[in-house]
């Protein structure tokens, strides 16, 4: 039964698991380099490793392509995932439940601490969004503010604050010796300090983050490459939806 | 190489255009100093090294001067001054302006003619600086000389300088001609420029003179050794822009990334800092005889790059009057383009060979800088090698002057070491393979890549003519440029702005000016 459930690397045949690798190594090209070479793959569970290409990239290193079978398998059963929550949903159906709520809902987005790169807030929050999907600025759902990039965590807060934010979208691009993990971190901090973490949506986004590390640093939800507006609209609009209901439940 | 048919008489309307919009902007400039361009000025006299935390003197001189107001005399008054009263040396009176008794206000008594005369040598040894290291940088290039076009240019950003030698050189190895070493990302909000040599920073590592020198070394290093010119490039840029043109001149950089609109757009800064700014970092330059790369490239990561693209043409324009007015010749404006059209469009291709073959015709004697595909790149890294070839062919075909190389890994990291090596090795390969290419067809007249470049240089003059009637300044505002939209007061570095006095005094752009 279980086996049915291991995965391995699919090149040519079942369960051969046939994988590439590449990367270079301190040492120029020679006989001795290629077994080297070898070796660096055999310890990373490749069997008959083959080195196909050894190539001098700099006055001291060697570059190397390898192929081999990899001895390694994954059990699916093992797998836990933290789900976003959210039902993907179309346009005219975020639409249509942002005229239930009967306001607009507020999203204040910025890239903060001392990365400069707007690429991933733009392409969410900008009216000219991305591939094709038109950003939150262009629903009547949604109130977006781009603060764009180089916000420190004070000012964002303060900002958020001011416009009364459902959501806060931060952008990280640079993850460098994990600076993205200490200002998001910092940020939650800050919005706990101040007392209004509960009453926000926290949503963190960049090429290196997915649900799980935003989860393991107090954001609700976390979206990696490739995020289209759509689906980032569809999960601020159903967690504000929901939210309101459970706010408004017990009064009534 | 095959030629496109251009409306010569359009494209000079649209110099014409430019030239005006900018001669407009001269006399803001003209009226205004900032504490960047003053703080410069300092540096060139020789008013170096900074406290225990780090902060440079110039800023320390600087920041005192402008607290008592006295910005709008110019620094170079207040040295000159100090000499001419009996200061044994500029650093002296540096220090003893920054730090000693509050410093008398400038009055009618003050003798301009001894001021003036106190700062002839140290003027002059300035300019000395500038020119012996361009001395120096012309016998070591005509030595070893350079490689063909187009020219292959990398960038290394580790944070560390001493890795990125190492990733210097080993590009230089590998075939890069150029190699520019990414500014940490926090930078060009900073209004000082740190000393020493650095090893931590994200994104890339802080441009300091002794940063440069490091780079420098390396670079003369591998050079000499494989016989063949590796050209050294960092940014002036941000609110330091002339303050780091000012060190790339004397550390012997032999391009800029230099950009009279770029701070506005991208990094909010104010409009008239970046353009005193610019002004002044562009007299440096172009006494030192340094490239400029301009910014272009960067309208198309914000703004579509099909709907966009005569965006893109306009500002090159302009950006040449500015580089005119501030002396700098054709063959130093490094104007920037890039290959940004999402590649799954129908001859995506045909569209980025137009622009491409329109701006090298344009500008035919600039040495021209194209920049890779990095918007749609994704995590496919084999994909994505295939569509900088695609780049690489385009390049190669229509005679860019400058390539900045994609790198495959664009949307995943900073570039390792395997990453340009496996770069360079696919350029050098389309390069050669492709070189005479172009001088084997001709363009088809009424062909789809002849319409569209029609079409970017019409939208250009149209757009050119919009903003000569209501200025760049109201331009900006309205978001002409990248889509993004500034004002004349708001902005960073807008509190760094003075206006100048009668008796503003600062003979080393004096004579940049008086060169021409």
């Given at each position: 039964?279980?086996?049915?459930?291991?995965?391995?690397?699919?090149?040519?045949?079942?369960?051969?698991?046939?994988?590439?690798?590449?990367?270079?190594?301190?040492?120029?090209?020679?006989?001795?380099?290629?077994?080297?070479?070898?070796?660096?793959?055999?310890?990373?569970?490749?069997?008959?490793?083959?080195?196909?290409?050894?190539?001098?990239?700099?006055?001291?290193?060697?570059?190397?392509?390898?192929?081999?079978?990899?001895?390694?398998?994954?059990?699916?059963?093992?797998?836990?995932?933290?789900?976003?929550?959210?039902?993907?949903?179309?346009?005219?159906?975020?639409?249509?439940?942002?005229?239930?709520?009967?306001?607009?809902?507020?999203?204040?987005?910025?890239?903060?601490?001392?990365?400069?790169?707007?690429?991933?807030?733009?392409?969410?929050?900008?009216?000219?969004?991305?591939?094709?999907?038109?950003?939150?600025?262009?629903?009547?759902?949604?109130?977006?503010?781009?603060?764009?990039?180089?916000?420190e965590n004070t000012e964002l807060a303060q900002r958020a604050r001011a416009l009364g934010a459902d959501a806060i979208l931060v952008s990280q691009i640079i993850t460098q010796r994990d600076c993205h993990k200490e200002n998001g971190r910092a940020l939650v901090e800050l919005l706990e300090k101040q007392g209004w973490r509960d009453r926000v949506l926290l949503l963190f986004g960049g090429p290196r983050i997915d649900n799980k590390l935003a989860r393991s640093i107090g954001f609700d939800a976390g979206f990696g490459t490739g995020t289209t507006p759509t689906e980032v609209a569809a999960y601020i609009v159903q967690q504000v939806s929901e939210r309101e209901t459970s706010r408004q439940a017990p009064k009534m | 190489m095959a030629r496109l048919t251009v409306d010569?008489?359009?494209?000079?309307?649209?110099?014409?255009l430019a030239a005006g919009i900018a001669r407009d902007v001269q006399s803001t400039i003209d009226a205004h100093t900032t504490v960047g361009l003053e703080r410069t000025v300092a540096r060139a006299y020789g008013v170096e090294g900074a406290d225990g935390d780090g902060t440079p003197l110039s800023n320390a001189l600087i920041d005192r001067l402008h607290k008592q107001d006295f910005i709008g005399f110019g620094v170079a008054y207040f040295l000159g001054r100090a000499l001419a009263r009996g200061a044994q040396s500029i650093q002296e009176a540096a220090e003893q302006l920054a730090f000693g008794a509050a410093i008398v206000a400038p009055s009618d008594r003050d003798d301009v003619t001894a001021i003036r005369a106190a700062l002839t040598g140290p003027t002059e040894?300035?300019?000395?600086?500038?020119?012996?290291?361009?001395?120096?940088?012309?016998?070591?290039?005509?030595?070893?000389?350079?490689?063909?076009?187009?020219?292959?240019?990398?960038?290394?950003?580790?944070?560390?300088?001493?890795?990125?030698?190492?990733?210097?050189?080993?590009?230089?190895?590998?075939?890069?001609?150029?190699?520019?070493?990414?500014?940490?990302?926090?930078?060009?909000?900073?209004?000082?420029?740190?000393?020493?040599?650095?090893?931590?920073?994200?994104?890339?590592?802080?441009?300091?003179?002794?940063?440069?020198?490091?780079?420098?070394?390396?670079?003369?290093?591998?050079?000499?050794?494989?016989?063949?010119?590796?050209?050294?490039?960092?940014?002036?840029?941000?609110?330091?822009?002339?303050?780091?043109?000012?060190?790339?001149?004397?550390?012997?950089?032999?391009?800029?990334?230099?950009?009279?609109?770029?701070?506005?757009?991208?990094?909010?800064?104010?409009?008239?800092?970046?353009?005193?700014?610019?002004?002044?970092?562009?007299?440096?330059?172009?006494?030192?005889?340094?490239?400029?790369?301009?910014?272009?490239?960067?309208?198309?990561?914000?703004?579509?790059?099909?709907?966009?693209?005569?965006?893109?043409?306009?500002?090159?324009?302009?950006?040449?009057?500015?580089?005119?007015?501030?002396?700098?010749?054709?063959?130093?404006?490094?104007?920037?383009?890039?290959?940004?059209?999402?590649?799954?469009?129908?001859?995506?291709?045909?569209?980025?060979?137009?622009?491409?073959?329109?701006?090298?015709?344009?500008?035919?004697?600039?040495?021209?800088?194209?920049?890779?595909?990095?918007?749609?790149?994704?995590?496919?890294?084999?994909?994505?090698?295939?569509?900088?070839?695609?780049?690489?062919?385009?390049?190669?075909?229509?005679?860019?002057?400058?390539?900045?190389?994609?790198?495959?890994?664009?949307?995943?990291?900073?570039?390792?070491?395997?990453?340009?090596?496996?770069?360079?090795?696919?350029?050098?390969?389309?390069?050669?393979?492709?070189?005479?290419?172009?001088?084997?067809?001709?363009?088809?007249?009424?062909?789809?890549?002849?319409?569209?470049?029609?079409?970017?240089?019409?939208?250009?003059?149209?757009?050119?003519?919009?903003?000569?009637?209501?200025?760049?300044?109201?331009?900006?505002?309205?978001?002409?440029?990248?889509?993004?939209?500034?004002?004349?007061?708001?902005?960073?570095?807008?509190?760094?702005?003075?206006?100048?006095?009668?008796?503003?005094?600062?003979?080393?752009?004096?004579?940049?000016?008086?060169?021409?």
């Amino acid at each position: 039964m279980s086996e049915k459930n291991l995965l391995r690397a699919y090149g040519d045949r079942e369960g051969d698991g046939m994988v590439q690798l590449s990367f270079t190594l301190a040492i120029l090209p020679s006989d001795r380099a290629r077994e080297a070479a070898k070796r660096f793959a055999e310890a990373h569970g490749l069997k008959n490793p083959l080195v196909v290409a050894m190539e001098q990239a700099s006055p001291e290193h060697s570059y190397f392509v390898v192929y081999g079978h990899s001895t390694h398998s994954v059990d699916l059963d093992a797998i836990h995932v933290e789900e976003l929550g959210a039902q993907a949903l179309g346009r005219d159906e975020i639409e249509a439940l942002g005229k239930k709520l009967g306001r607009k809902i507020v999203v204040v987005g910025a890239c903060t601490g001392s990365d400069a790169h707007t690429v991933g807030i733009d392409a969410i929050l900008n009216y000219k969004g991305f591939r094709g999907e038109k950003g939150l600025e262009s629903y009547k759902a949604f109130d977006a503010h781009n603060l764009g990039a180089q916000v420190e965590n004070t000012e964002l807060a303060q900002r958020a604050r001011a416009l009364g934010a459902d959501a806060i979208l931060v952008s990280q691009i640079i993850t460098q010796r994990d600076c993205h993990k200490e200002n998001g971190r910092a940020l939650v901090e800050l919005l706990e300090k101040q007392g209004w973490r509960d009453r926000v949506l926290l949503l963190f986004g960049g090429p290196r983050i997915d649900n799980k590390l935003a989860r393991s640093i107090g954001f609700d939800a976390g979206f990696g490459t490739g995020t289209t507006p759509t689906e980032v609209a569809a999960y601020i609009v159903q967690q504000v939806s929901e939210r309101e209901t459970s706010r408004q439940a017990p009064k009534m | 190489m095959a030629r496109l048919t251009v409306d010569t008489a359009k494209v000079e309307r649209c110099r014409a255009l430019a030239a005006g919009i900018a001669r407009d902007v001269q006399s803001t400039i003209d009226a205004h100093t900032t504490v960047g361009l003053e703080r410069t000025v300092a540096r060139a006299y020789g008013v170096e090294g900074a406290d225990g935390d780090g902060t440079p003197l110039s800023n320390a001189l600087i920041d005192r001067l402008h607290k008592q107001d006295f910005i709008g005399f110019g620094v170079a008054y207040f040295l000159g001054r100090a000499l001419a009263r009996g200061a044994q040396s500029i650093q002296e009176a540096a220090e003893q302006l920054a730090f000693g008794a509050a410093i008398v206000a400038p009055s009618d008594r003050d003798d301009v003619t001894a001021i003036r005369a106190a700062l002839t040598g140290p003027t002059e040894a300035a300019l000395a600086r500038i020119d012996d290291a361009k001395k120096e940088r012309s016998a070591m290039r005509s030595r070893l000389g350079t490689g063909p076009l187009p020219l292959k240019y990398v960038i290394v950003a580790t944070g560390n300088i001493h890795d990125d030698a190492t990733q210097a050189k080993a590009a230089a190895f590998a075939g890069a001609d150029i190699v520019a070493v990414i500014r940490a990302t926090a930078q060009s909000l900073l209004d000082y420029v740190p000393e020493g040599p650095t090893t931590e920073g994200f994104g890339g590592t802080f441009a300091t003179q002794e940063n440069f020198k490091i780079i420098r070394r390396a670079l003369d290093e591998i050079s000499t050794g494989l016989g063949r010119y590796v050209q050294q490039t960092n940014y002036s840029s941000g609110l330091c822009m002339s303050e780091i043109a000012w060190m790339a001149a004397v550390e012997r950089l032999d391009m800029l990334l230099n950009d009279a609109m770029y701070g506005i757009l991208f990094r909010d800064i104010n409009m008239v800092r970046t353009f005193v700014d610019q002004y002044f970092s562009r007299r440096i330059i172009a006494r030192s005889g340094i490239i400029i790369n301009t910014g272009e490239d960067n309208y198309l990561t914000t703004a579509d790059a099909v709907e966009r693209a005569h965006t893109v043409l306009a500002s090159q324009f302009i950006n040449e009057a500015f580089a005119i007015r501030a002396g700098l010749p054709v063959e130093l404006m490094g104007l920037g383009h890039a290959y940004e059209i999402d590649p799954w469009i129908e001859d995506s291709f045909l569209l980025e060979v137009a622009q491409a073959q329109l701006i090298r015709q344009v500008f035919d004697r600039h040495p021209i800088k194209w920049m890779p595909p990095t918007k749609f790149k994704t995590g496919d890294i084999f994909h994505s090698h295939v569509h900088d070839a695609m780049f690489n062919l385009a390049g190669v075909m229509t005679g860019q002057s400058i390539e900045l190389l994609g790198m495959f890994s664009e949307a995943i990291h900073t570039p390792l070491l395997m990453d340009r090596y496996l770069s360079l090795k696919a350029a050098k390969y389309i390069f050669n393979t492709a070189r005479h290419f172009a001088d084997e067809f001709e363009w088809k007249p009424d062909g789809k890549i002849a319409l569209r470049a029609k079409e970017i240089l019409d939208n250009a003059e149209t757009l050119l003519l919009e903003v000569d009637k209501q200025s760049i300044w109201t331009s900006i505002a309205n978001g002409v440029f990248a889509d993004v939209k500034r004002t004349r007061t708001g902005g960073k570095g807008y509190a760094g702005v003075v206006k100048r006095e009668p008796s503003y005094t600062n003979p080393i752009l004096d004579v940049l000016e008086a060169a021409e």
